[in-house]
Nanobody, 121 residues
């Protein structure tokens, strides 16, 4: 089992940047995959970015080149790495959504509480 705590999010102007963080209750190297989904009002949930086994990354076409998923080296220690960040650059109004951190452990998915990202002038 794994618990996830998200932080970050908020209101930003178009073209701006935000960083989301997701802290897991266990090492990210013991988790098959971590990442972020987002869901905008009236739209289906979209997989945004994934970090697989703590190293390999995947992105949706809608965010590729603008978003980066990475281990948070400022928060992680040499002996315990449990935080993954989503750095979002060149934000667009269509990036507005609730962003959910997820972790996949075997057949099970675990979720963060969600954080609102609003891109608006």
């Amino acid at each position: 089992q794994v618990e996830l705590v998200e932080s970050g999010g908020g209101l930003v102007q178009p073209g701006g940047s935000l960083r989301l963080s997701c802290a897991a209750s266990r090492s990210i190297f013991s988790i098959n995959a971590m990442g972020w989904y987002r869901q905008a009002p009236g739209k289906q949930r979209e997989l945004v970015a994934t970090l697989i086994s703590g190293s390999e990354t995947n992105y949706s076409d809608s965010v590729k080149g603008r978003f980066t998923i990475e281990r948070d080296n400022a928060k992680n220690t040499e002996y315990f790495q449990n935080t993954v960040d989503l750095l979002m650059n060149s934000l667009k109004p269509e990036d507005t959504a609730v962003y959910y951190c997820f972790a996949r452990l075997g057949e099970n998915h675990y979720w963060g509480q969600g954080t609102q990202v609003t891109v608006s002038s």
